[in-house]
Structures are given as structure tokens and as C-alpha cells.
């Protein structure tokens, strides 16, 4: 079988891009008579998606994936690549790839090992000049390529992330109360929600928002991280190790954060 398009799925269970690719499939309402493939989503992506799943078995960012993408991408006139490791050889298949941001590979020096650094170069190169169009996800990742990777500006479409139906007004102040007293926030608050990495920039608000605590106007302030792998803060620096104030908190099955650690002392 043919497929009108083909979507790399394997991140489908990954946090950033897979959140992004489990927004889409989520809401695309296609017409019958555009047949789309998950390609690497077979085996419990556990998702009810009304689309054909396909094996694609090859990990991500490795040579056997280049080896493999000739045979997926010959069952699809149209191959969908959520990140930047897009096939090197496409054949007659049309690409589509979405560029999320490339902030990692511009301050590579301070986030990148030199052949991590490689990789992302020529990928990020080979995505620009092969993709027959590239969706940005912001204004700013649309210049980013033009200038550091001399884009077409015509060949990108900038098309902004969606919100999650999860997130929603909370209209009993008793719900917001009990969130707020389990992770012992008592005063205004910061929110960071994201991963723990370094190109995440949280290394740098960490010590800014200590800075804040003495000041009048922080008060009892209290920086809360939603995201599990929080324990990074302290583990990876010890100058924030110490850090008062900061509540470290995971997003759990349901839309209300569970506890993943105790506030760090």
C-alpha cells in the first residue's frame, strides 16, 4: 500500500516532540481518501489513532536509520519528519520537516560534545536543502535558519504550536489551593515547566531567582520545576544544590502535578 503521507512516529512517546506529535495526530480529521502511515508507532504506542501503523525499527540519529528510510519512504508520496534527522536520500518521496528550534546547536560550544556538534550541523544542513518545505515553530526559529543555515525564507512555513485541551481554566479555588499546598507554596511563585537540560537555560534562572529571594519585592517566593527529571538541578550543579525555595514537581498521568521530589534544601 501506498500511503499519501507518511509520519515519522517513532518520538511518539518522547516528551517535546512527542507532545507535539501526539497534538497532531490527535486532531487531524483527514478525508478518506487521504491515507496516512505512523511509521514506527506499531506495538502499543498507546494512542486509539485511526491510522495504519508501520514498522520503522532503526533508532533515531544512527546510520541504520539512513539505511532504512529508502524502503519506508517508498510506500509514501509524502514523508512528515517531526525533527531534523531527515533521510539524506529521498528518492521521489516529497519531505516535509518541522524545525522546532536550534538554540543547542548555536551555543554548541557550551552544550554540544564536537561530534554531537557534527551530527546536528550536517542534519540541520541536510534538512534545509532537502525538505520541499520546513515548518518553524516561531518567528525566531524561521531566522535562526536563514542566517545560520542560509534557508529559502520561502521554503519555511511558520506555524505555531497549539495547547493541549489538558490545560484549561481551573474554576474551584479549592483545586488550585490543594496544588499549592502540596508542593508547600505559600506566596507568589515562578513556574518553569520544561526539561532539565543545559540549553534549557534553567542553569541560568536558578541563581537569577536566588538573587530575587533577598529583595523586597520576592518575598517567600518559590521557584517550581514541572518536569521529572527536576532532580537534574541539583545533581548537575552544585552552586544550586542549596537552592531554598525550589520545588521540583513531575506532570503525572492525570492533569494535576505528582510529587517527584522533596523541595530541595
Known amino acids: 500500500m501506498t500511503f499519501a503521507v507518511g509520519i515519522d512516529a517513532r518520538m511518539l512517546q518522547h516528551t517535546g516532540i512527542g507532545t507535539y506529535l501526539r497534538g497532531i495526530l490527535s486532531g487531524l480529521q483527514p478525508p478518506a481518501s487521504l491515507t496516512i502511515g505512523l511509521f514506527g508507532a506499531a506495538g502499543g504506542n498507546g494512542h486509539d489513532l485511526p491510522f495504519e501503523a508501520r514498522p520503522f525499527n532503526s533508532q533515531i540519529y544512527t546510520v541504520r536509520e539512513q539505511l532504512e528510510y529508502p524502503v519506508r519512504l517508498s ?102 489551593e490543594e496544588v499549592l499546598k502540596k508542593h508547600a507554596i505559600n506566596g507568589p511563585y515562578f513556574l518553569y515547566v520544561g526539561m532539565i537540560k543545559p540549553h534549557k537555560n534553567i542553569l541560568w534562572l536558578v541563581p537569577h531567582f536566588r538573587g530575587l529571594r533577598p529583595q523586597k519585592t520576592a518575598g517567600s517566593s518559590r521557584l517550581s520545576s514541572a518536569r521529572r527529571s527536576a532532580s537534574r538541578i541539583s545533581s548537575n550543579t552544585p552552586s544550586t544544590s542549596c537552592a531554598s525555595g525550589i520545588a521540583t514537581c513531575s506532570r503525572g498521568p492525570s492533569r494535576r502535578w505528582a510529587s517527584s521530589t522533596a523541595p530541595l534544601r
Not at 531527515?86 to 548555536?106: A, E, F, N, S, Y
Not at 561530534?115 to 544542513?125: K, P
Open 75 to 176: 510506500e509514501c508520496r509524502l514523508w512528515h519528519s517531526p525533527h531534523y534527522n531527515v533521510p539524506l536520500m529521498k528518492g521521489k518521496c516529497r519531505l516535509v520537516v518541522t524545525i522546532h528550534d536550534i538554540i543547542h546547536w548555536i551555543y554548541r560550544r557550551q552544550f554540544l560534545n564536537p561530534l554531537q556538534a557534527a551530527y546536528a550541523g550536517r542534519m540541520m544542513r541536510a534538512a534545509v536543502r532537502t525538505a520541499d518545505r520546513i515548518i518553524a515553530v516561531s518567528q525566531s526559529t524561521k531566522l535562526d535558519l536563514i542566517q545560520h543555515f542560509n534557508a529559502l525564507p520561502e521554503k519555511i512555513e511558520v506555524i505555531y504550536e497549539g495547547v493541549s485541551a489538558d490545560f484549561e481554566p481551573v474554576k474551584h479555588p479549592a483545586a488550585i
